[in-house]
């Protein structure tokens, strides 16, 4: 059986995440026009405690332009088959890790 924790919207750090028994995160940003910001910081930290623990990582959106600190992220435009408010982009790469089963 799968479980799977989604952070989001993200709207704080997650200092120490327990993900014992989880085998998916999926982390995310507020979208609409009053979203509060998303700090990469705290999306970096539990990518990191993903990768520790070897759970797969679902990165869905910065949620807003504000919050993506890349403003050349490419997943910000329209015609991205990736295409993501806020773009999806993370340090360069787009992390959509799924579940071995779903």
């Not at 997650?14 to 507020?30: A, C, M, R």
């Amino acid at each position: 059986k799968n479980s799977f924790i989604s952070f989001e919207p993200l709207i704080g750090p997650i200092l120490t995440p327990d993900l014992k028994g989880i085998s998916w995160v999926i982390v995310g940003g507020e979208s609409g026009i009053h979203a509060r910001q998303m700090l990469s910081e705290w999306v970096l930290a539990i990518k990191e405690t993903c990768e520790t623990f070897n759970i797969p990582f679902f990165f869905k959106q910065w949620g807003s332009k504000k919050s993506n600190p890349d403003k050349k992220d490419d997943t910000l435009l329209k015609r991205h088959p990736y295409y993501a408010m806020g773009g999806c982009k993370l340090d360069g790469v787009i992390y959509q890790s799924l579940p071995l089963s779903v």
